[in-house]
T-cell receptor, first 113, second 114 residues
Framework: AQSVTQLGSHVSVSEGALVLLRCNYS??????LFWYVQYPNQGLQLLLK??????LVKGINGFEAEFKKSETSFHLTKPSAHMSDAAEYFC???????????FGAGTRLFVKA | DGGITQSPKYLFRKEGQNVTLSCEQN?????MYWYRQDPGQGLRLIYY???????QKGDIAEGYSVSREKKESFPLTVTSAQKNPTAFYLC?????????????FGQGTRLTVV
């Protein structure tokens, strides 16, 4: 069975600091991996996705993530945090031929001035 | 503009009442989904539909029902059998099965039992 674990329900960084949100997955077949962002009382918006090919994936708003098969990880990073990055972030996984997307529990990012 | 519209944004329900949450999309997507979101639990799948007139239970379907009579519409009914319905409900759609295609989400409906 597939699963997603996001380490840390809350992460706090200072404005301008590196953002690192951790995601580990389990899947018996090659996964497709996604990061979504959710602002308060809104739906989710896709940040980036990994399907095949290059393992370093760039997304919107300066975010990127690297698929590391050996570590079963797909951590999300951004070199310099902005106040507008404060939101909740969800990692998600599906697999080839699968239909259900499994979401992690989410990590809330706080950005301090 | 293409997108997914959920209504209402806020909904209050009395104990023992059924309520229906609306979800409409104009993205021409075949697949549609309903998720429930509770603090600290991420998103849990209630029902999904791969095509018109067909739908399947997700992980937490008890106390919920859906219909898919039109491609654009996938309403969710929260019945009185749902013991703890207070939550944020999200509707989503995708081109086909989720596989390598992302889901597009509505703005959500916050349901509160009073």
């Amino acid at each position: 069975a597939q699963s997603v674990t996001q380490l840390g329900s809350h992460v706090s960084v200072s404005e301008g600091a590196l953002v690192l949100l951790r995601c580990n997955y389990s899947s018996s077949v090659p996964p497709y991996l996604f990061w979504y962002v959710q602002y308060p009382n809104q739906g989710l918006q896709l940040l980036l996705k990994y399907t095949t090919g290059a393992t370093l994936v760039k997304g919107i708003n300066g975010f990127e993530a690297e698929f590391k098969k050996s570590e079963t990880s797909f951590h999300l990073t951004k070199p310099s945090a902005h106040m507008s990055d404060a939101a909740e972030y969800f990692c998600a996984v599906t697999n080839t031929g699968g239909f259900k997307t499994i979401f992690g529990a989410g990590t809330r990012l706080f950005v301090k001035a | 503009d293409g997108g997914i519209t959920q209504s209402p944004k806020y909904l209050f329900r009395k104990e023992g009442q059924n309520v229906t949450l609306s979800c409409e999309q104009n993205l021409n997507h075949d697949a549609m989904y309903w998720y429930r979101q509770d603090p600290g639990q991420g998103l849990r799948l209630i029902y999904y539909s791969q095509i018109v007139n067909d739908f399947q239970k997700g992980d937490i379907a008890e106390g919920y029902s859906v219909s898919r009579e039109k491609k654009e519409s996938f309403p969710l009914t929260v019945t009185s059998a749902q013991k703890n319905p207070t939550a944020f409900y999200l509707c989503a759609s995708s081109i086909g099965g989720p596989s390598n295609t992302e889901a597009f989400f509505g703005q959500g409906t916050r349901l509160t039992v009073v």
